[in-house]
């Protein structure tokens, strides 16, 4: 595709941005990661409801945004967690390809397999993101933190 000459210039002047983006979204990334897993609920961490993400050490990701899964013997549900978050305004997305091989696009297309891709459907079932927009105010993210820790207390 080619651009017109006032998208390129839209686009120049956005990508002048990237680096603050980058920064913003790492920074509001960690804050909520710092807030949710040093919450305990009574004696229970909140690791042992939530699969947090991890990154390797050498690893510089730009991180789109916050997934958490819902451990599988938590007596929760990530629908149930998702319900009352976006009843708070609060947008989230579930995983949005997950176990590729579930996409209808995919149906009659040649592929391989290796086992029953337990995992990959796991994760498509049970993830969640949201949001580390390079626009959230601290006040914002502790709204969520604080909409995330009475969704899992429920």
């Excluded at 510089?60 to 990530?78: A, D, I, Q």
């Amino acid at each position: 595709l080619k651009a017109t000459d006032m998208q390129a210039a839209v686009g120049c002047a956005q990508a002048e941005r990237i680096p603050f983006v980058i920064k913003r979204r790492w920074e509001n990334f960690l804050y909520l990661y710092n807030r949710l897993s040093e919450w305990k609920m009574g004696e229970q961490p909140v690791g042992e409801i939530l699969i947090f993400p991890k990154w390797l050490d050498r690893a510089e990701p730009s991180p789109f945004g916050f997934p958490l899964t819902v451990r599988p013997k938590s007596r929760l549900s990530r629908d149930k967690i998702v319900s009352h978050l976006e009843a708070a305004n609060i947008e989230t997305r579930t995983m949005f390809g997950g176990n590729i091989l579930r996409q209808p696009g995919y149906k009659n297309i040649k592929h391989r397999k290796f086992g029953d891709l337990k995992n990959s459907d796991f994760v498509m079932t049970n993830t969640f993101f949201v949001g580390v927009h390079p626009g959230l105010t601290e006040e914002m993210l502790d709204y969520v933190v604080q909409k995330i820790r009475e969704a899992i207390s429920v």
